[in-house]
């Protein structure tokens, strides 16, 4: 069985850091380091929407424009999991975050494109 499960959500003051964590379950460690990685994030009133992508041979990485200069992805294969370092954090950046893959290398921000879900994580900025 494919599983995902981000862990790293809290609640920090604007311009703190977090590092959110993707980790694959057993059904899912040669996919987690084969195929791309994603995060995402929604809040009540908006759209679940990409945050970043990390191709699956690492070599490619992209971040939706607020969060560019502020956020990171990486990835260790040996410990089949992806990170998300989110620094100088702001209230927008309030949201449940989640983690997706897909079973392609190459790197999508359409959240259709992903195959596979975790639950979330919540991420809470205050003023």
């Known amino acids: 069985q494919v599983q995902l499960v981000e862990s790293g959500g809290g609640l920090v003051q604007a311009g703190g850091s977090l590092r959110l964590t993707c980790e694959a379950s057993?059904?899912?460690?040669?996919?987690?380091?084969?195929?791309?990685v994603a995060w995402f994030r929604q809040t009540p009133e908006k759209d679940r929407d990409f945050v970043a992508v990390?191709?699956?041979?690492?070599?490619?990485?992209q971040y939706t424009d607020s969060a560019k200069g502020r956020f990171t992805i990486s990835r260790d294969k040996a410990k089949n999991t992806v990170y998300l370092q989110m620094d100088s954090l702001k209230s927008d950046d309030t949201a449940i975050y989640y983690c997706a893959m897909r079973l392609m290398s190459t790197i999508a921000t359409v959240s259709v494109a992903y195959d596979y879900w975790g639950r979330g994580t919540q991420v809470t900025i205050s003023p």
């Open positions: 057993a059904g899912a460690i040669n996919a987690i380091n084969y195929g791309a």
């Open positions: 990390i191709s699956g041979d690492e070599r490619i990485t």
